[in-house]
């Protein structure tokens, strides 16, 4: 079993940066894939950023340039730096990791809010 937990999400001005962490305990010498998802209010959960254990990266394009996702080994923390934030990046920000057996866990998500 693994836990997540996020955190570093709250309210910033448009413009403004914040860095989220998903911290994982248990189970955590077989992490495979690291991912950030979103959802917004009437949306459907969207992928954000991921990163494997070898460091390669995905980010989505709507993010891009802006968004950098990044990981701890030593610290079992995945991180994601979110600059230049927009009003439309407002959603609960969920933490995923894929083992290398294939299990999947999520975390309870943190509320990042973009607003003047």
Not at 71 to 78: P, V
């Amino acid at each position: 079993q693994v836990q997540l937990v996020e955190s570093g999400g709250g309210l910033v001005q448009p413009g403004g940066s914040l860095r989220l962490s998903c911290a994982a305990s248990g189970s955590v010498f077989d992490i495979n894939t690291l991912g950030w998802y979103r959802q917004a209010l009437t949306n459907e959960r969207e992928l954000v950023a991921l990163i494997t254990k070898g460091g390669n990266t995905n980010v989505a394009q709507s993010v891009k340039g802006r968004f950098t996702v990044s990981r701890d080994n030593a610290k079992n923390t995945a991180y994601l730096q979110m600059n230049g934030l927009k009003p439309e990046d407002t959603a609960v920000y969920y933490c995923k990791i894929i083992t290398t057996g294939g299990y999947t866990y999520w975390g309870r998500g943190t509320q990042v809010t973009v607003s003047s």
